[in-house]
């Protein structure tokens, strides 16, 4: 949502707590659920995203200077900034891109969830490259759609065990 510049929003600091906790330690820990059920591709898949969301965190956490190498002398971000994000998203990308091959033999929804995020994260990578704000407009509209994909693997999982509920994820 931040990054569809929805409400005005800007500044992306305030997901930095979501960053941490949800994205960072919960599939952290997912990973290791999956790891101890014996499961290598969850258990690397989990671990993986919650690497990823700890680095991107990191990025905003004024404490680590990350930020303050992309900025002038006025505080506004230098153009060497964009490209940074750009190659940190494309070895994210060339990652996710391996997930989702190697998802081909799970489930359609999280198939789909990978080779989405897939697109979303090249689209990201080609406009933090070229400047422009219609492709990243764009790629992160697409992660919204892998946001959904993702609530719909995580709710089946959840909600079989939890709740009479089944939602399906079609097996490939």
Not at 109 to 126: C, I, Q, R, T
Request: hydrophobic share 55%; aromatic share 16%; charged share 5%.
């Amino acid at each position: 949502m931040f990054g569809i510049g929805a409400r005005g929003i800007q500044t992306p600091n305030a997901m930095i707590g979501v960053l941490l906790f949800f994205g960072g330690t919960s599939q952290f820990l997912a990973g290791i659920m999956e790891f101890v059920r014996g499961q290598a591709f969850g258990a690397t898949l989990w671990c993986s995203y919650s690497a990823f969301n700890f680095s991107y965190a990191m990025i905003y956490v004024p404490g680590t200077g990350i930020m303050a190498a992309y900025t002038d002398s006025t505080g506004a971000t230098i153009p060497e900034f964009n490209q940074a994000l750009a190659i940190y998203i494309w070895a994210w990308f060339i990652v996710n891109t391996i997930y989702a091959i190697g998802a081909m033999r799970t489930t359609w929804v999280l198939f789909l969830d990978l080779a989405v995020l897939s697109l979303g994260l090249l689209l990201l990578a080609v406009g933090y490259m070229n400047g422009s704000t219609a492709v990243l407009k764009a790629g992160n509209a697409v992660l919204l759609v892998v946001a959904f994909l993702s609530y719909w693997a995580g709710c089946s999982g959840f909600w079989a065990t939890a709740t009479p509920i089944k939602v399906p994820t079609f097996a490939m």
